[in-house]
């Protein structure tokens, strides 16, 4: 018996987009930022600093060029203005964002999918409320998600791995934990927390920075493109995607199983498509009595095999005889 499924939760940063790649590029173009107007530093002294800032203070500090510039020595920035320093820093990396911020295209195609099915999507992702809501506008990927299904741990006062943040975000969709599924990156914060509450999980290993980690469960599928997570929902939860055109709330995107109602119906519509047919077929025969008795032999065999050719369309061999017969017969009702 397949398992009922009512919401599909997403981790954001390196699994809806990849947030490694995205983070080196930016604060590369910040530190040659710095450098063109007036730090006297290496690009590879610069961003080893600003990696000790990142590490030290996390990559949620929202200051993190100012203390990158009480780190360096006054000598390498003598005679420039420290606020331009800093602003052509964060400059920087704001228009990083505009340039580079795209999500995976393989998950845009399967978010879209989901507003094809009566499923609940939505977002359970780390981080300061501000910066992880820019992101998802950013991505353009927000009206995808059910705007009360967006939870931040900022927001919300319980950060990752705490599973307290997993059981308010199905409390306040008022699911259970065993009829959602969550998709992450991280084994730690977003396979370990949801499982040990009943949540069904998915760990996407794709290259991101956590994919050498390894939690104290397992995750319930593994996955590395978001066109696998279709199958998961065929195959473990009895759900198809219906093709484009196909509204939320049918029949066909509730869930259930592709080999029950469609099937049935296929088959009462073929056995009345015949029977139309041969309504009008009778319409049309002659009022002899051997073409009605010939009419109402071709319908017999069509209701029986409705995928042979109705008789009288073409003499079959073997046929000839009675057809013959039925024309006498004819001749003498008609003398």
Same mark, same amino acid.
């Given at each position: 018996?397949?398992?009922?499924? *009512?919401?599909?939760?997403?981790?954001?940063?390196?699994?809806?987009?990849?947030?490694?790649?995205?983070?080196?590029?930016?604060?590369?173009?910040?530190? *040659?930022?710095?450098?063109?107007? !007036?730090?006297?530093?290496?690009?590879?002294?610069?961003?080893?600093?600003?990696?000790?800032?990142?590490?030290?203070?996390?990559?949620?500090?929202?200051?993190?060029?100012?203390?990158?510039?009480?780190?360096?020595?006054?000598?390498?920035? *003598? !005679?420039?203005?420290?606020?331009?320093?800093?602003?052509?820093?964060?400059?920087?990396?704001?228009?990083?964002?505009?340039?580079?911020?795209?999500?995976?295209?393989?998950?845009?195609?399967?978010?879209?999918?989901?507003?094809?099915?009566?499923?609940?999507?939505?977002?359970?992702?780390?981080?300061?409320?501000?910066?992880?809501?820019?992101?998802?506008?950013?991505?353009?990927?927000?009206?995808?998600?059910? /705007?009360?299904?967006?939870?931040?741990?900022?927001?919300?006062?319980?950060?990752?791995?705490?599973?307290?943040?997993?059981?308010?975000?199905?409390?306040?969709?008022?699911?259970?934990?065993?009829?959602?599924?969550?998709?992450?990156?991280?084994?730690?914060?977003?396979?370990?927390?949801?499982?040990?509450?009943?949540?069904?999980?998915?760990?996407?290993?794709?290259?991101?920075?956590?994919?050498?980690?390894?939690?104290?469960?397992? /995750?319930?599928? *593994?996955?590395?493109?978001?066109?696998?997570?279709?199958?998961?929902?065929?195959?473990?939860?009895?759900?198809?995607? /219906?093709?484009?055109?196909?509204?939320?709330?049918?029949?066909?995107?509730?869930?259930?199983?592709?080999?029950?109602? /469609?099937?049935?119906?296929? +088959?009462?519509?073929?056995?009345?498509?015949?029977?139309?047919?041969?309504?009008? +077929?009778?319409?049309?025969?002659?009022?002899?009595?051997?073409?009605?008795?010939?009419?109402?032999?071709?319908?017999?065999?069509?209701? +029986?095999?409705?995928? +042979?050719?109705?008789?009288?369309?073409?003499?079959?061999? !073997?046929?000839?005889?009675?057809?013959?017969?039925?024309?006498?017969?004819?001749?003498?009702?008609?003398?």
């Amino acid at each position: 018996m397949s398992k009922k499924l *009512r919401a599909v939760l997403f981790d954001v940063d390196d699994t809806l987009f990849s947030t490694s790649e995205f983070a080196r590029i930016a604060r590369e173009n910040s530190i *040659r930022a710095m450098i063109r107007v !007036g730090v006297r530093m290496s690009e590879k002294e610069l961003m080893r600093e600003l990696e000790e800032v990142i590490a030290e203070f996390s990559s949620n500090y929202q200051n993190h060029f100012d203390k990158l510039l009480q780190r360096i020595p006054r000598a390498k920035y *003598r !005679g420039v203005n420290p606020g331009i320093i800093v602003a052509a820093g964060v400059s920087a990396y704001h228009d990083t964002k505009f340039s580079q911020l795209k999500p995976y295209a393989d998950a845009v195609t399967f978010l879209r999918a989901l507003q094809r099915t009566s499923l609940v999507c939505g977002v359970v992702t780390d981080g300061l409320m501000v910066k992880q809501a820019e992101k998802l506008l950013r991505l353009g990927v927000y009206e995808l998600f059910h /705007p009360q299904a967006i939870f931040i741990s900022d927001h919300i006062g319980i950060s990752k791995p705490n599973p307290k943040l997993y059981r308010r975000a199905c409390t306040a969709l008022g699911i259970a934990p065993s009829s959602v599924l969550y998709i992450g990156d991280n084994p730690i914060n977003d396979i370990d927390p949801p499982n040990s509450i009943g949540i069904h999980t998915v760990l996407l290993q794709r290259h991101g920075k956590y994919s050498h980690l390894h939690g104290k469960s397992y /995750p319930d599928f *593994r996955i590395k493109h978001f066109n696998e997570l279709r199958k998961i929902l065929r195959d473990e939860f009895a759900i198809e995607i /219906p093709a484009r055109g196909a509204k939320a709330g049918s029949p066909e995107t509730t869930g259930t199983a592709v080999t029950s109602t /469609p099937a049935s119906a296929k +088959k009462k519509t073929v056995t009345k498509k015949p029977t139309a047919k041969k309504a009008k +077929k009778s319409a049309r025969t002659t009022s002899s009595g051997a073409n009605a008795s010939k009419a109402s032999s071709s319908t017999a065999g069509a209701t +029986k095999n409705p995928g +042979k050719k109705k008789p009288g369309t073409k003499k079959k061999p !073997g046929t000839k005889k009675k057809t013959q017969t039925a024309k006498g017969a004819g001749k003498k009702a008609n003398g």
